[in-house]
């Protein structure tokens, strides 16, 4: 019977990862972000469904050919799962897998409504060696700098930043944070970022952050305020961002579609390499 499990439950599934399950699942498992958990049989768990909330979908992992979930889980996303996701106003199921064999159980869940499907792809760093310089930041004070013509603050997120918010657009990154995490705390025992912020207006522009972290690895997110985009700006960030994990001892980690060009590039330019991929269908909740 599929059952949820309870949070100090989550390392039961251990058995059923491996180094190349996607960092969101880690994360969820090993208790950094917050996520809830699906198991085939909690006395012999073959399978599990991970829902990642920092993802707004699920993950399927372990072993595709669970009798449990074979027969039991359409069911179970139908009468226990979809009215949640209603509830959060999404308008589809989205679920991602590594193993070609989760097709069939995804085509029954979906039933007569379209499954779509697409891959992504994660990149981890290689080396500084090689890659291109990622310029336009030309120091003026202690903190401020040029780019682009502009006086910018360039800044770590960190406790103090946090705790005394004074921007203009604060809830930016508020908003940020606590999409991918249970409590800003959270964050800040674990995850770490980078900003810029507009001199004059105290506006911020862009900013990368930890949206996972599982052990050392720290899944890279990152955005620019519409009106600030196109200019430079995430690159600048983004290479702060992988020479603070280089520096650190940490590894960065990139999740993105292969149809995204802009977010590939911008990911080779601060020397991440393709590592592997996997799949993401979809399909929407009404009939």
Known sequence: ?????????????????????????????????????????????????????????????????SESFAKELSAFMTTDIEPELVDLTLDSVEIGVQDGRWEGILRNMAGKRELSSDNQHVYRFHSPQGT???????????????????????????????????????????????????????????????????????????????????????????????????????AVVAKAFVEACRREGLQPYWDCSPDNTGSVRLAERVGMVFDFDYSVYWYPLSS
């Open 1 to 65: 019977m599929i059952t949820e499990l309870q949070r100090q439950d989550f390392h039961k599934v251990q058995h059923i990862i491996d180094t190349h399950s996607t960092l969101e699942v880690r994360a969820v498992l090993f208790g950094f972000n917050p996520g809830r958990i699906y198991v085939d049989d909690i006395s012999d768990i073959k399978a599990a469904l991970v829902w990642i909330q920092g993802q707004s979908g699920f993950q399927l992992i372990g072993d595709p050919q």
């Open 132 to 234: 291109e310089r990622v310029g336009g930041i030309e120091e003026t004070a202690a903190d401020v700098y040029q780019l682009d013509g502009k006086a910018v603050q360039f800044v770590r997120v960190d406790s103090a930043l946090i705790h005394d918010l004074k921007f203009a657009n604060s809830s930016f990154l508020e908003d940020k944070i606590t999409y991918f995490w249970s409590t800003v705390d959270d964050f800040l025992q674990h995850g770490f970022g980078y900003m810029l912020v507009h001199e004059q207006n105290n506006e911020i522009m862009s900013i990368c952050l930890s949206g996972f972290v599982a052990g050392q690895t720290h899944a890279i997110d990152i955005e620019t305020v519409e009106a600030y985009r196109n200019r430079g700006y995430a």
